[in-house]
Every structure is written in structure tokens, then in C-alpha cells.
């Protein structure tokens, strides 16, 4: 008796995880579990989890700065921090997301998020969507939502730099090629900031720019002829305007006690909230300062309401946990071997670990009054949003480095840009 066996399916060359992949045609889904579940490395890990913890952190010190003014202005203690809540429910899911796209996505979208990012920025001077807060013009309202476009440019401005450094690699030892196109795109996208007067947001941009460009391997010296042009500029900024003047002469006059009005109060209290909080502070929710003592205690000075609530040792792990975040970042870009995802990645470092010393430096009195927020911590759905999908964006850059695809073939547009930039000087 003769038996005949079954034929099998035929299978696709290229199935992996040991599947049995259907011929192209067939209907079947193959869903690779053992990727799905496989370990994180550590890195992604850590980096998460320290992202996740200050968010969480972040809420609970915006409800306690934010609920004596939120109740007396609306009469709902928990307005402003149920909003921020959702903005974290909304920005954690994307920094998830992120993270699973591949490089070449970053890559590829780099100039229409640059667009973007441009075109709702320019939106800010349209009468009837633009806004004033905190005498900056940099708010937008658009059907009910209202949105900082700026903070949005940061996370497209490290993308296209990294992207076009890492296309012109072989040609930044010519300072015409290290300055076109970044130069001018870049200053442009600033110089739309500072028209809206955010001086501390274009400080923040710049300083992205500038780090992209030393990881970049730019040479020192033609950084430090643009670092000379850009402090001047700074500087003639500054002059400009009346109240930048009394700001940073308030700042270098060192507010004294009998001087804390105008200027100086919003420093003043800051560093009375402060030494109010000595080692241990005086408990979550009991600052003295955020009964309309201190403006904006939610976001801008934050710090003071943690250290006056949780005292040094409180400051101090916040602290901790951002130099967590610095050596984390740090790692990842070491580990990396393709130029965009180390510049990306030290772009994302410079933009929240330098946001987080501005706004400390602030609270501490060793810089002026900026009015930047204190990253994952501050209230600000836009900012919170923004440096969530930053952080996705490094861990998708992890994930290619434990995956050995960091360096994996460059895109078509990669050498387009090289064949269009020129390589003849």
C-alpha cells in the first residue's frame, strides 16, 4: 500500500526567527514572537525607566506647585496637572512608538519635519493664532489646542543636522561645506524664535546646533570662530531690549533684600523657597512659596518648589537622575558606529541635559532670568511631548546599536545630497 506525503508550502528565502514564511501571495501573517519578546538591553532599559520615573515625579510636583494657584484662578486645584497628565498620556505612547521605527525613517522625514516644524512656526505671527504668554509671541492656538511650536523645531533641527552632517561627512574639513546648508536653515529657524522674543528657546536651539556640529567632528577652531560670531550677536541681542537689559542688571546687582521687587522677585523668592527647604524640606505640598508668592512655580521654577518641598536631598536626586540620563545618552552614542546616530544622539544630550543646567542655573541664581522649563518635570504639554519623542528617537537608535543594524547601508537621499552638495572645492 502506497502512501503520498503532503506537499509542503513553499517558503520565502528570507524567513527568519525560524518561521515558515508563506510564498508572496499567500494570506498568512507571521508575527516573529521571539523578537516581540526578547530582552532589552540595558541601555533602552535604563534609559526608560529614568524617563518614566520623571515624568511621574513630574506630575506630583506639578500638582503640589500648581493646585493653591490653579484654585483660586479656576477653582479646580487639579486642572493644570490633569492636563499635563493627558500630554503624558499622549507623549509616552509616541516615545514608544519612536522607538520602534528604524533609522532610515529618521532619515527620510528629516526635511518634511524641518517644514513643518518651519511652517507652524511662522503660524505664531498669524493675528488670530499667535500669542502672547509670559511676553514671549511663541504660542499658537489652533482649534481649541494650544501648542509652542519651537519646542517641536529642537526635535526636527536635530534630525536634519545630524542627517546632513552625516551625508557631507567627508567634505566638513571645508568650512563652506561645514556652514551650507546648516548655517543659514539653522539660523533662520532661531532667528524665527527670537522675533517672537523667546530668548531662552533660541538659546536652547543654538546650543543644539552647536553640539550637533562638535559631534559632527567639525573642527574646533571653526566652532570657536562661530561661538565668537554668536556671542556677539548675543550680546547685541541683548542690548536691545529694556528688559533684557534690567534682568541682567538685576542678576549681576545679585537682588539684594532691598531690592526684590520688578527684576528680582522672581529670583529672590525662588532662593528664599530654597534655603526654606534646608536638608530634608518641609514635605511634599507644604511650600509657602507657591501660594502666589512665586511665579511661575509650575514650570519655569519648578526647582525651588522641589528643593523647598523636598529639600537638598531632593535636589540632589533630581539632579542624580538627570546625570542617569547624560550617562546613558553617552553610552549610546559611544556604542554607535554610523555618524547620524551619534550626532542625533548628541544633539538630544545637549538639548535636555543643557535645558536642565539652564533652568537649575537659573533657580540657583547663576544665570539671568531665561524662562526655559526644566525637562519631563516643568508643566508644558509641548515641551514634555517634544522631549519624549526625542528620547524615542534615541532609543530606536539603541535598539539599531544592540541589533549591530546602527550602521546598516545609507539611504539613496544620503548620496543624492552628496552628489548635489558637490564634492569639488
Not at 65 to 81: C, Y
Not at 166 to 186: E, F, N, S, Y
Not at 224 to 238: C, K, N, Q, S, T
Not at 288 to 311: H, T, V
Request: contains cysteine; positive net charge.
Amino acid at each position: 500500500m502506497t502512501t503520498t506525503r503532503p506537499t509542503p508550502r513553499p517558503t520565502r528565502p528570507d524567513a527568519g526567527d525560524g518561521a515558515q514564511a508563506p510564498a508572496r501571495g499567500g494570506f498568512a501573517a507571521v508575527v516573529p514572537l521571539r523578537r516581540i519578546f526578547a530582552p532589552e538591553n540595558r541601555d533602552v532599559v535604563i534609559l526608560t525607566a529614568t524617563t518614566m520615573f520623571l515624568v511621574a515625579f513630574g506630575l506630583v510636583m506639578v500638582l503640589s506647585a500648581s493646585s493653591v494657584e490653579e484654585q483660586s484662578d479656576t477653582g479646580d486645584p487639579f486642572g493644570r496637572v490633569a492636563r499635563q497628565a493627558v500630554f503624558a498620556a499622549v507623549g509616552i505612547p509616541l516615545m514608544l512608538l519612536a522607538s520602534r521605527a528604524p533609522l532610515r525613517f529618521w532619515k527620510r522625514w528629516s526635511w518634511p519635519a524641518l517644514l513643518l516644524g518651519a511652517a507652524l512656526q511662522l503660524l505664531v505671527f498669524v493675528p488670530g493664532l499667535g500669542y502672547d504668554y509670559g511676553g514671549n509671541h511663541n504660542w499658537l492656538s489652533l482649534g481649541g489646542f494650544t501648542m509652542q511650536p519651537s519646542e517641536f523645531v529642537k526635535l526636527a533641527l536635530v534630525v536634519w543636522v545630524a542627517w546632513v552632517f552625516a551625508a557631507k561627512r567627508d567634505l566638513l574639513h571645508d568650512w563652506k561645506h561645514a556652514l551650507i546648508p546648516v548655517g543659514p536653515v539653522a539660523g533662520a529657524a532661531i532667528g524665527f524664535v527670537l522675533v517672537g522674543r523667546d530668548l531662552g528657546t533660541a538659546a536652547i536651539m543654538l546650543l543644539i546646533v552647536i553640539a550637533c556640529a562638535f559631534f559632527a567632528g567639525i573642527r574646533l577652531r571653526q566652532l570657536l570662530v562661530a561661538v565668537v560670531v554668536i556671542a556677539v550677536g548675543a550680546v547685541l541681542i541683548a542690548v536691545t531690549s529694556p528688559s533684557r537689559v534690567s534682568r541682567i542688571t538685576a542678576w549681576m546687582s545679585g537682588c539684594g533684600v532691598d531690592d526684590y521687587s520688578g527684576y528680582c522677585w522672581q529670583p529672590q523668592h525662588g532662593m528664599w523657597a530654597l534655603a526654606s527647604g534646608g536638608v530634608f524640606g518641609v514635605g511634599l505640598g507644604n511650600s509657602k512659596a507657591k501660594w502666589n508668592w512665586l511665579p511661575e512655580a509650575d514650570s519655569d521654577y519648578i526647582f525651588a518648589i522641589i528643593g523647598e518641598e523636598l529639600g537638598l536631598i531632593g535636589a540632589l536626586v533630581v539632579i542624580a537622575l538627570f546625570a542617569t540620563l547624560a550617562i546613558v545618552l553617552v553610552r549610546i552614542m559611544r556604542r554607535t558606529t554610523d555618524d547620524f546616530s551619534r550626532i542625533v544622539v548628541g544633539g538630544v544630550l545637549a538639548w535636555i541635559i543643557g535645558q536642565a543646567f539652564v533652568n537649575i542655573a537659573v533657580v540657583l541664581g547663576l544665570l539671568p532670568v531665561l524662562g526655559v522649563p526644566l525637562p519631563l518635570i516643568s508643566s508644558g504639554g509641548s515641551a514634555l511631548i517634544a522631549v519624549l519623542l526625542a528620547i524615542g528617537v534615541v532609543l530606536s537608535i539603541a535598539r539599531a546599536n544592540a541589533a549591530g543594524t546602527a550602521d546598516a547601508g545609507e539611504d539613496l537621499t544620503d548620496r543624492d545630497f552628496l552628489r548635489i552638495s558637490g564634492r569639488a572645492r
